[in-house]
C-alpha cells in the first residue's frame, strides 16, 4: 500500500511539472530583424520545454497577462519603448556598453531591452538560456560583453595544394569545397556563433576576389566558370544575409600579393613570389578587385594579411596605402557612402606599427590582429617580444584583435579546458591589451567542416559538434572573463551533465579535460622547434631534436614569448654540469608534470565512465582521446630523460651516460607502440596541413608521415641506430674529423643571367664583390664547389635573381648569414613565408659550413630542380650563390662557427 501511495504522488508530482504556463511574446511594430530572430528563437525554446507561446505585436497597452507571462522585447530609439517600460513599472540603467541589455522581472512580467539591435537578441537568448537552465528569472539583470569582435574564422583551403598551384590558392567551387554551398550546415554553423554569443565570422583564402567579382578592365581573371559564379553570389548573399539576422558580422582575410591563375598565365608570371617587386598592373588589379568586391557586398569586411608574398616591409606600406585602402575608397565612392567600415590588418609577417603610422592619416577606422600564441596554444602567460607587439598596437585606441591561431599541438584529440581558456583571455586583455577575439577550430582547419576522427561506419565528424566545448568556452569568456572558479566548475559540470547524463560525475569529466589541457601546451612551450604549422607536436619528437634543437632552426622570439621564462634541456644540462644556477620552469619538471596530467586525467574519465547514459559513443571518443594524451606524456617523459642522459655524455665523456639512455628510449617506445593501437583505428591523421610545410617532428610532403603509425618505425630505426654507433664507440671507433667527408661533385648548369664570374669556394678567396671578407675556413663538402661573385650593394637593393638551364635534376646551393640585419638575406622561413618549401629549401642542410672574415656564420639550404629553364628571385639582401651539385648533401652542423655552443652528439641517431 505504501508503495503505491508512493508511485501515485509521484505520477501526480509530474503531471503537475509537465503543465507549463502560457507566455506571450510582445514586439513592436518597429523592432530589427536581429530582435526579432531573437524573438523566434526565444518562443522556439519555451515550446521545446512545453510552454504554451505566442508571438505577436504589442502596444502600449500590453502592460500585463490575465493568468499567463508576458515578455516584452524592445529596444533602444524604438518608438514604443520609453511608454511600455514605465507602463510595466521598470527602470533602465543609466547606461549601457554596445551589444548590452537589460532584463527584468516581476510577478508575470518580463522585460528584454536592448542597447541596440544585437544588445535585445543576446537579451533573448539570455532569457532562453534560464529558462533551459530551470533558473529563476532575475529581478534585474544588466549584462554587455567585454571584447567588441568575438568570432571564430572556417578556412577555405585544403590539407593539400590543387593540382598546377600553390599554397593559399584554393578557388572557390563545389568540386574543391562542398560545404560552401551548404545552407543547412551554414545555418548550423551561424546558429552556434550566436548561441556562443560571437559576433563575426572570417573566412580565410589566399584570392577570394577572382571567385567572386568581376573586373571590366581584367576579364580574363576571373578562374570560376560563369555556373559556379552564379552559385558564389547566390550563397554569399545567403550567408551574410543570415549571419546579419544573428548579429554576425562576415569579415573576408586575403593574402598579398596572390593573383588569380589566368590573370598570372596572361601575364607570363608567378601567381605569387615573394621576392617580387610591386608591379604596376597587379597593384591596378588588386585595387580594382577590392573596389569591385566592397560594392557588390558592402556590409562584407576585410582582413588584410600583407604577407606572405610580399617582398619587403616598404613594400607593405606602400601596398596597403596606395592600393588596399584606395581599393576600398573606390569601393565606397561607387555606393555613395562617406563612412570609413573598419579594416582589420594583420600583424603577421609585416611591421604593423609602421604600417599604421602611415595608413591612419587617410583612413582612421582601422583595426588591429595578432597572433596570441603564434600558431598553438602553449600559455596563460605570454611575455617577450610578441606581447609587446600586442602592447603597442593595443596603445593605438582602436579595436586591437587577438588572434588564437592554427593550433598546430592540439591536433587531432579533443581539447577543452575551460579553465586554461579563461586565462587565456584574461592574459589578453591584461596582458596583450586587447578587446577582440579571432578564433580557430580547436583541430582540422585545413580539413573544415571535419574533425580527424575515424568512425567504423565511414562517416566524418562534425567540428562544431565535437568541439562544441571550445567554441562554448572561448565564446563565454570573451564576454566576460573574470568569473569565479568555483561557479565555473559548476557551470561546466552542468553543461557536461546535459550532454553525457551523469550527474555528479561530470565533475570528472571536466578534470580529465583540465588535466589533458596542460599537457601540449607544457610540452611545446618547453621543448618545441616552433609553435607553428611546421611541428606536429603530437606526432612526438626525434632525439636528434631534443638534443640539437637549433639545428631545426628554432624560430626567433618562440621561447622569449610562449611561456613562463625557463629553460631549455641543453641549456639546463649546461648549467647543470657547469654548476650555473637553474632558472624558471625546467624541462625534467615539465615532463614530470605532463604524466602527472596524464595519469590524473585517466582515472577521471574512468571514474566518470559507468555514470554514462547518453551520448556513448561520443563519450568513449573522448575517453579514447584521454588515454592518447596519457600514453603520448610518458613517451616524451621517458625520451626526454633519456636525452638528458645522452646530452650528459657530451660532458662526461662516460658511455655509461649513453647506456642509461637505451631503457628509457625502450620505454618510450613501448608508450609510442599503445599510441598507435589507440589511434590506428580511430583517427584518419595526426596533423590536417599535410604538405612539405609540415618538417616536425619529419616533413609531410605529398601527405605523408601523418599517423602514428607511419612514424613508429622511424622511432624504432632512431633508437637501432643510435645502438650500433654507440656499438662503435665502444670498440673506439670515432665519428669525428677522422672519418672522411666525400666532397659535393658539381654539376653541369648553363647560367643565363646574371652575367658574374664563378670563382672557386677555397680558404682565402675573397667572397663578396667589392669588399675585402675573405672565406677563412670551408666545410670539406664544399671543397669542389665554385660560387658565384655577386655584388653585395646590388644584392641589397635589389636581390638576387638567377636564371638557368639544367639537363638532369640539381641542388642549387645557397648560403645565408646567420643574422637578421636588413642587409642580410632572411634565410626561408616556413612560419612567415608558406611558400618557403617549394624547392624543398626550408631546413638548413649544412649548419656553420663557412667562415668568413667580419661576417656572421653561414648556414647553407639547398633547393632541388628538375630539368629544364628556370628562374628563381630570392630575397634582398647579401647571401651566397654556392653552386649546383647533383649530390645528395646529407644534413649535419659542420661546426666552423658555431654560435650554439660546442658540437652536439645527435648524430648518435643517425
Known amino acids: 500500500m505504501k508503495i503505491r501511495t508512493l508511485f501515485i504522488l509521484s505520477a501526480l508530482i509530474l503531471i503537475v511539472s509537465c503543465k507549463k504556463e502560457s507566455v506571450t511574446i510582445l514586439t513592436s511594430p518597429s523592432a530589427s530583424e536581429r530582435l526579432l530572430f531573437g524573438a523566434e528563437h526565444l518562443k522556439n525554446s519555451l515550446a521545446e ?9 504589442g502596444g502600449s497597452t500590453d502592460l500585463s497577462g490575465n493568468n499567463e507571462r508576458i515578455i516584452w522585447i524592445l529596444e533602444k530609439e524604438d518608438p514604443l519603448a520609453s511608454g511600455v517600460i514605465d507602463g510595466l513599472g521598470f527602470s533602465l540603467p543609466e547606461e549601457m556598453d554596445n551589444e548590452g541589455y537589460y532584463i527584468a522581472t516581476e510577478n508575470n512580467r518580463t522585460l528584454v531591452y536592448g542597447e541596440d539591435p544585437s544588445g535585445a537578441l543576446y537579451g533573448c537568448y539570455t532569457l532562453s538560456d534560464l ?19 568575438r568570432g571564430a574564422c572556417v578556412g577555405l583551403q585544403k590539407p593539400y595544394y590543387l593540382p598546377e598551384r600553390t599554397v593559399y590558392e584554393y578557388p572557390y567551387t563545389p568540386e574543391t569545397f562542398p560545404w560552401f554551398y551548404d545552407k543547412e550546415l551554414w545555418i548550423d554553423y551561424l546558429d552556434m556563433l550566436v548561441e556562443n554569443r560571437m559576433n563575426s565570422l572570417y573566412l580565410w583564402n589566399g584570392h577570394p576576389f577572382a571567385s567572386l567579382v568581376k573586373l571590366d578592365d581584367y576579364p580574363f581573371a576571373l578562374e570560376v566558370d560563369e555556373e559556379t559564379f552564379r552559385k558564389n553570389e547566390e550563397i554569399f548573399s545567403f550567408l551574410t544575409e543570415e549571419a546579419d539576422k544573428r548579429g554576425i558580422y562576415v569579415i573576408q582575410m586575403f593574402y598579398n600579393i596572390i593573383v588569380s591563375k589566368p590573370f598570372a598565365e596572361h601575364y607570363g608570371i608567378k601567381t605569387q613570389d615573394r621576392n617580387r617587386p610591386i608591379i604596376p598592373y597587379i597593384a591596378d588589379y588588386t585595387r580594382k578587385s577590392i573596389a569591385a568586391f566592397v560594392e557588390k557586398y558592402p556590409n562584407v569586411g576585410l582582413l588584410v594579411c600583407l604577407g606572405e608574398a610580399m617582398a619587403t616591409l616598404e613594400d607593405d606600406v606602400v601596398w596597403f596605402t596606395e592600393t588596399v585602402i584606395p581599393g576600398v575608397k573606390d569601393g565606397l565612392d561607387a555606393l555613395g557612402r562617406t563612412d570609413e567600415p573598419p579594416i582589420i590588418l594583420r600583424a603577421h609577417d609585416t611591421d604593423a606599427g609602421m604600417v599604421m603610422d602611415k595608413a591612419l592619416p587617410i583612413y582612421k577606422n582601422l583595426y588591429t590582429m595578432h597572433k596570441y600564441n603564434g600558431e598553438s596554444l602553449t600559455t596563460y602567460e605570454p611575455r617577450g617580444p610578441w606581447s609587446e607587439i600586442h602592447q603597442e598596437l593595443s596603445a593605438l585606441g582602436s579595436v586591437h ?10 591536433e587531432p584529440f579533443r581539447y577543452g579546458s575551460p579553465d586554461f581558456i579563461r586565462k587565456s583571455v584574461q592574459a589578453m586583455h591584461q596582458v596583450h591589451g586587447a578587446n577582440a577575439l579571432h578564433l580557430y577550430p580547436q583541430a582540422s582547419y585545413w580539413d573544415w567542416p571535419y574533425t580527424a576522427d575515424k568512425l567504423a561506419d565511414g562517416e566524418r565528424l562534425r567540428q562544431i559538434d565535437r568541439d562544441w566545448i571550445w567554441y562554448k568556452a572561448w565564446g563565454r ?6 568569473r569565479p572558479r568555483e561557479q565555473e566548475i559548476g557551470y561546466w559540470s552542468d553543461r557536461l551533465d546535459d550532454l553525457y547524463g551523469c550527474g555528479s560525475e561530470a565533475a570528472s569529466i571536466l578534470e580529465a579535460y583540465e588535466q589533458t589541457g596542460e599537457i601540449s601546451p607544457k610540452l611545446l612551450r ?3 622547434i616552433t609553435e607553428g604549422n611546421r611541428q606536429t607536436l603530437l606526432l612526438g619528437m626525434f632525439m636528434s631534436q631534443l638534443v640539437n634543437p637549433y639545428k631545426y632552426t628554432i624560430y626567433p622570439g618562440f621561447y622569449e614569448s610562449c611561456g613562463p621564462e625557463g629553460e631549455k634541456l641543453i641549456e639546463f644540462v649546461d648549467k647543470k654540469w657547469k654548476n650555473i644556477p637553474h632558472t624558471g620552469e625546467l624541462p625534467l619538471d615539465i615532463v614530470a608534470q ?13 571514474k566518470a565512465e559507468s555514470k554514462v547514459t547518453k551520448n556513448r559513443d561520443e563519450f568513449l571518443r573522448l575517453k579514447n582521446d584521454v588515454y592518447c594524451y596519457r600514453e603520448f606524456a610518458w613517451f616524451f617523459n621517458t625520451k626526454v630523460r633519456a636525452a638528458e642522459h645522452v646530452l650528459d655524455y657530451q660532458y662526461s665523456k662516460d658511455i655509461n651516460d649513453l647506456e642509461k639512455a637505451i631503457p628509457l628510449m625502450e620505454e618510450s617506445l613501448n608508450h609510442y607502440r599503445r599510441l598507435v593501437e589507440l589511434t590506428k583505428d580511430t583517427y584518419h591523421y595526426a596533423n590536417s596541413m599535410q604538405t612539405a610545410q609540415r618538417r616536425i617532428p619529419i616533413g609531410g610532403d605529398d601527405g605523408k608521415n601523418k ?7 622511424h622511432y624504432e630505426q632512431e633508437l637501432k641506430n643510435f645502438m650500433e654507433n654507440l656499438a662503435l664507440l665502444k670498440s673506439d671507433h670515432s665519428m669525428g674529423s677522422d672519418i ?18 664563378w670563382i672557386p669556394v677555397s680558404e682565402g678567396q675573397r667572397a663578396i664583390s667589392g669588399s675585402n671578407t675573405v672565406i677563412e675556413k670551408i666545410a670539406p663538402e664544399l671543397q669542389n664547389m665554385k660560387m658565384l661573385s655577386l655584388n653585395a650593394g646590388e644584392q641589397r637593393e635589389n636581390g638576387t635573381t638567377l636564371e638557368f638551364e639544367t639537363a638532369g635534376p640539381v641542388k642549387l646551393l645557397v648560403g645565408y648569414f646567420r643574422n637578421d640585419q636588413n642587409r642580410y638575406a632572411k634565410a626561408p622561413t616556413l612560419e612567415t613565408d608558406a611558400s618557403a618549401n617549394l624547392y624543398g629549401q626550408a631546413d638548413p642542410v649544412l649548419l656553420n659550413a663557412i667562415q668568413l672574415s667580419d661576417q656572421p656564420a653561414v648556414n647553407i639550404h639547398t633547393y632541388s630542380f628538375s630539368p629544364g629553364k628556370h628562374t628563381l628571385t630570392l630575397g634582398k639582401g647579401m647571401l651566397l650563390v654556392l653552386g649546383f651539385t647533383g649530390s645528395d648533401v646529407p644534413p649535419r652542423n659542420a661546426g666552423l662557427t658555431d654560435e650554439d655552443g660546442s658540437e652536439t652528439v645527435d648524430w648518435l641517431f643517425y
Open 707 to 713: 599517423t602514428w603509425e607511419e612514424l613508429l618505425p
Open 401 to 410: 584583435i587577438d588572434n588564437v591561431h592554427i593550433l598546430a599541438n592540439l
Open 49 to 57: 520545454l512545453k510552454y504554451k507561446v505566442v508571438i505577436r505585436e
Open 131 to 149: 529558462f533551459n537552465e530551470k533558473q529563476p528569472l532575475p529581478a534585474e539583470l544588466v549584462d554587455a560583453p567585454e571584447m567588441v569582435l
Open 594 to 606: 605532463a604524466v602527472e596530467h596524464g595519469d590524473k586525467a585517466v582515472a577521471a574519465i574512468d
Open 740 to 757: 672522411a667527408i666525400p666532397a659535393l661533385v658539381p654539376a653541369e648548369v648553363t647560367l643565363l643571367n646574371p652575367k658574374s664570374q
Open 526 to 528: 618547453r621543448f618545441g
Open 477 to 482: 569568456y570573451a564576454w566576460k572573463a573574470d
